[in-house]
């Protein structure tokens, strides 16, 4: 995850932004490595130093971290495993709780929390976020209003905040095809 952080700010506002963060939380090394295992706390000072250099509330920042995951084209590999999930946007709400089982398939170190999908009436969720990271919630919303986008659906999210450890996720599925998806193709297709 540390290196998706730094992907994030580093492609999305410059290595001099990077280099600024890397500084402001004392990193020993200013480049994080894909597959190796990070301190929760180092992850803290380089989201917050992050949201200090930006000026933006901590949880715009996860927010905007969860839509690059799945919208930028540097990290394309989390976008199809979460597509993967079905052809509707309905489809892919229904299969999040077996997502830390698929991300760890994927990333066998990717440690994600459990996630409890309840369908209520009128296209409206409610999605349970049990465990850590902390602010996993906020980039779960990142990622969720991404998805949509990328089925082509419109929905509305909401973050209730946390009850007892737990984050509460509201989406109401305003419509299913309010728009044009983003291709997905699940595999080459030439001859």
């Not at 930028?72 to 229904?94: C, K, M, T, W, Y």
């Not at 440690?111 to 009436?121: G, M, Y």
């Not at 980039?139 to 969720?144: P, Q, S, Y």
């Amino acid at each position: 995850m540390m290196r998706s952080i730094q992907c994030f700010a580093r492609d999305t506002y410059g290595q001099g932004l990077w280099a600024a963060v890397a500084r402001r939380a004392a990193l020993d090394v200013p480049d994080f490595e894909a597959m190796l295992t990070y301190d929760q706390r180092v992850a803290e000072e380089v989201i917050a130093a992050l949201t200090v250099e930006l000026g933006r509330p901590r949880a715009s920042v996860l927010e905007d971290i969860g839509t690059y995951l799945v919208s930028d084209p540097n990290v394309e590999r989390l976008r199809r495993l979460l597509r993967f999930a079905g052809i509707s946007f309905e489809d892919f709400l229904q299969s999040l709780e077996d997502l830390p089982g698929r991300a760890r398939l994927a990333v066998s170190d990717l440690i994600l929390p459990r996630l409890t999908l309840q369908a209520l009436p009128g296209g409206r969720y409610i999605l349970r976020i049990d465990g850590d990271p902390p602010g996993f919630a906020h980039v779960m919303v990142g990622i969720l209003r991404a998805m949509a986008d990328d089925y082509g659906a419109l929905v509305m999210l909401d973050h209730h905040g946390q009850r007892d450890g737990v984050d509460e996720i509201a989406i109401t599925l305003v419509e299913a095809a309010f728009a044009e998806g983003r291709q997905f193709v699940l595999g080459d297709h030439a001859g």
